[in-house]
Each structure stands twice: as structure tokens, then as C-alpha cells.
């Protein structure tokens, strides 16, 4: 049989992983916060029928050897955390991340996840929550007869209070990052989990030791370019057309050869 059309399926499948990859990527276009991925791909073992620096004569050697390639495989799908761009919404509980870092939040059943979406809310005990209602970490609780909530870009959440004229200090937003952030595992919902590739959490105050600082009134959209995922899309669809032609055209050769006989 020939190795070409176990060859080529490789490359077929290897672009169905890039064009699924790249779909996603173009499906949460509008999704808040969202980090795109980029799958990556390395080429497998080689037939080797003559290697390199193999005597050809008592006073020469092959220079280059014979080699043939056996396909390719992905190796990694990696998140992009580069940052996206901050649309002004006015929302006084709408926060951005300028630089690195993210929110901490907490699941119902007590497991603490991170995200890039800023985009809270307040549930009916006065927390601030996320969309999904997962409170945000450390907890911070807006009074019921608050007029006016200010979060400083470090964080520092005050609130003016009814029949009040100075702010009052309630809570501080902190921020979490990563060591590899690509390490962390998608659960969806914009939410991450911590992985031992990850490295452990280091939480920290906005601002100070790397971390981003907070912007108020802001969400981060998703970092997808549209140009270039469509790019990426037109790339893959040709690799993967290109593939299907090598086993057309290897089946074709082996129909000849079986035609020999005729």
C-alpha cells in the first residue's frame, strides 16, 4: 500500500483540527473576554533509507541521506492571552483588565475559577456576581441604599450611601495570575481552572507585582481578528483540499498498477 495516502490522511485531519480551532475562535468573536487559540502541529517519524553521513565509498559519504516523511500531528491547541480591545459601557460594575491577570471567582460547590469577563452583576444579598451568578473573590457586598459605586483602577471599592456626601470603603477587587496561563484548563463560560502546568495561583493587589490594573465602566472583548482567522480558515481549507488530492491521486497509481495485468 502506499504510505502517501496514510500520509495525506494525516494532513486531512491535522486541518479538520485547525479549521475546528479556528471556527470556535470566530464564533466567540463578541464573546466578553474570550482568548483565542492557535493549534500547532509537528511532523511525524521518518522512513529512513539512508542516513546522513552514510559511507558511499572508501573516500566519500552522502551528504543528505534518504529520508521520507510520515505525515504530520497536532501538538498542542495554545491560549492567546493577549489583550483585547475595551469597549466603554458605562455599567458602574463593568470592570476591565489593562495588562495581566484575573478575577476570581467561586462555583456553587466551593472551587475556585479565574476569568477575563468583567462584565458583574448584583444578586438579590447585594454580592457582586458574575452572569452565571458566581460571586466574585474576595467577596464584596454593595449596600442596599448605596447611590454611587466607585472602583479605582487598585481595586478599592467605595460606595456614597443615601443621605451621605463622603465615600465609604467596602471591599477591594484583587486580581489572580498564572506563571503559564496557557496552562489553565477552559470549562467554559469564560471561566478557568487552575492545572499543574498552570503553576499555583498568585493573587494580588491591581496594580503591583505584574498584575494589570482595573478600569471601570469597561469590558475587554475578544482578542479574535477577524482577518486573520478568516485567513487562517481559507489557509486550512486549501491544506485540507490539498490532502484529499494526494489520496485522489495515490489511488489513482494504484489503479494503474492494478491495471497492469489488463
Known sequence: MMQSLYTASTGMLGMQTQIDVTANNIANVNTIGFKKSRAEFADLMYSV???????????????????????????????????????????????????????KLELPDGTEVYSRNGAFKIDDTGAVVNSDGYKLLPETVIPEDATNVSIGTDGIVTVVQAGQTQATQIGQIELTNFINPAGLHSMGDN????TDSSGQAITGVAGLDGLGTLRQGFVELSNVELVVELTDLITGQRAYDSNSKVITTSDEMLQTTNNLKR
Do not use: C, H, W
Request: glycine letters at 12%; proline letters at 3%.
Open 49 to 103: 533509507m539512508e542516513y546522513a553521513g552514510t559511507s558511499t565509498s572508501d573516500t566519500t559519504k552522502s551528504p543528505t541521506g534518504i529520508e521520507v516523511g510520515l505525515g504530520s500531528r497536532p501538538t498542542a491547541i495554545n491560549k492567546i492571552f493577549s489583550a483585547g480591545s475595551l469597549k466603554q459601557t458605562d455599567n458602574q460594575l463593568d470592570l476591565a483588565i489593562t495588562g495581566k491577570g484575573f478575577f
Open 191 to 194: 471561566l478557568y481552572v487552575e
